[in-house]
């Protein structure tokens, strides 16, 4: 059974951090592009950030950039998300989401609020 399983949320200040985590099981976690996507109440969702599974390489929103950091530990199945600077705006529930070209799976989401 897939399962992406994010923790990590919570509640900060402006110009705090948090690390949110993503374990994922039941699928080669390896092989699979992994992404942090976010939504706020009544927005859509929207990538945040995202990391490849052939060479690591990374992506992020305009409005994340220096900010936020994605990184993954295959041998945990885990991704992280490290996001520094944190602002009012960000608040929104965080989703992991994992993608091959024949699957797409996400988790169930970790609220993060920051208040000002």
């Known amino acids: 059974q897939v399962q992406l399983v994010e923790s990590g949320g919570g509640l900060v200040q402006v110009g705090g951090s948090l690390r949110l985590s993503c374990v994922a099981s039941?699928?080669?976690?390896?092989?699979?592009?992994m992404s942090w996507y976010r939504q706020a109440p009544g927005k859509e969702r929207e990538l945040v950030a995202s990391?490849?599974?052939?060479?690591?390489?990374?992506n992020y929103a305009d409005s994340m950039k220096g900010r936020f950091t994605i990184s993954r530990d295959n041998a945990k199945n885990t991704v992280y998300l490290q996001m520094n600077s944190l602002k009012p705006e960000d608040t929104a529930v965080y989703y992991c989401?994992?993608?091959?070209?024949?699957?797409?799976?996400w988790g169930q989401g970790t609220q993060v609020t920051v208040s000002s």
């Open positions: 039941g699928f080669t976690f390896s092989r699979y592009g």
């Open positions: 989401n994992a993608r091959s070209i024949l699957n797409n799976y």
């Open positions: 990391i490849s599974s052939a060479d690591g390489s990374r």
